[in-house]
């Protein structure tokens, strides 16, 4: 349970000074008032849905709303497992869902790689339980996932061939690699690693080759996602001693802080037309979703 408590709450764990100053912080728009913990934010590749994590009535499960200020989230999938459920990412027709599934046998959890129908129903198991299996991502053609699993050891990242069930291993270094995200081309995975000494954000080819670094700063950065156009990656960093969304290039240039809080900003998600980014904060009180414009 180590592995699964550390990759779901380190991004949350509190910090002694408060954000520096920086650039103006963009306009926020706030989705949700519940307060409830989430984390794990997706949004829909039809651009209408967000889906989440969330801790509700004791349960940690998946729920979805509309992108809208105001929208009703509600449970995912039905009838909800009396289970953990978590980390969920949309397939590029909005069709399906990928996700962590959590048994909860032993002391340490089974967690296995899971679909579901957009509607909640039809959940079949893609990635049998093997070793700690989180971080589910498909592909931008749908094709594939790529997801971290520590069955040899450690946290590496793995790809599986839908159609053949082919898996492959596509990083190898006894460090932990996590938090993967796909390029809009597929030729591309994002993702971060502590290969370095403390958590950097890196990419590497679909295959896993030419690996490269592309953050550099002794603070923790982790949760790297593409923008749609490919251009940009968007992750969380604790540099300004509290976490906060930050937007650099694809080669790594140019960080810069877009939320510039004193609260926690994490799990960032592109609108598909890249005009919007989604995040959650509990600069209410609470953990809620909130979105900023990146432009018009």
Not at 38 to 60: C, E, P, Y
Not at 137 to 146: Q, T
Not at 260 to 285: M, T, V, Y
């Amino acid at each position: 349970m180590k592995t699964l408590l550390a990759s779901f709450f380190l991004p949350f764990l509190p910090f002694l000074s408060l954000a520096q100053p920086g650039n103006p912080p963009l306009a926020v728009t706030r989705l949700t008032t519940d307060g409830a913990f989430k984390s794990h934010l997706q949004w829909s590749a039809d651009g209408k849905k967000l889906l989440f994590t969330r801790i509700h009535q004791g349960r940690m499960e998946l729920s979805a709303m509309e992108a809208l200020p105001g929208a009703k989230a509600i449970p995912l999938i039905v009838p909800s497992p009396n289970t953990p459920h978590f980390d969920g990412h949309w397939s590029p027709d909005s069709a399906l869902v990928v996700y962590v599934h959590d048994t909860l046998q032993g002391t340490d959890g089974k967690l296995q790689i899971n679909t579901v129908q957009a509607d909640g129903v039809g959940v079949k198991t893609l990635v049998p339980h093997k070793a700690f299996d989180e971080s589910p991502r498909f592909s931008p053609d749908g094709k594939s996932i790529a997801w971290v699993s520590t069955r040899d050891g450690n946290q590496e990242i793995y790809s599986l061939e839908m159609a053949s069930g082919k898996i492959n291993r596509l990083t190898q270094n006894p460090a932990f690699d996590n938090n993967c995200s796909w390029k809009g081309d597929g030729k591309k995975i994002a993702f971060a690693s502590s290969r370095s000494g403390n958590f950097e954000i890196c990419s590497m080819n679909q295959n896993g080759d030419q690996v490269l670094r592309l953050t550099n700063h002794p603070a923790l950065d982790c949760w790297p996602v593409f923008s749609p156009d490919g251009k940009s990656i968007a992750f969380t960093s604790n540099r300004t001693g509290n976490y906060d969304i930050f937007l650099m290039q694809e080669n790594g240039e140019n960080p810069r802080n877009l939320t510039s809080h004193p609260g926690q900003d994490n799990f960032a998600s592109f609108s598909p037309d890249g005009k919007r980014l989604a995040f959650i904060s509990n600069r209410d009180g609470g953990f809620d979703i909130y979105t900023l414009r990146l432009q018009e």
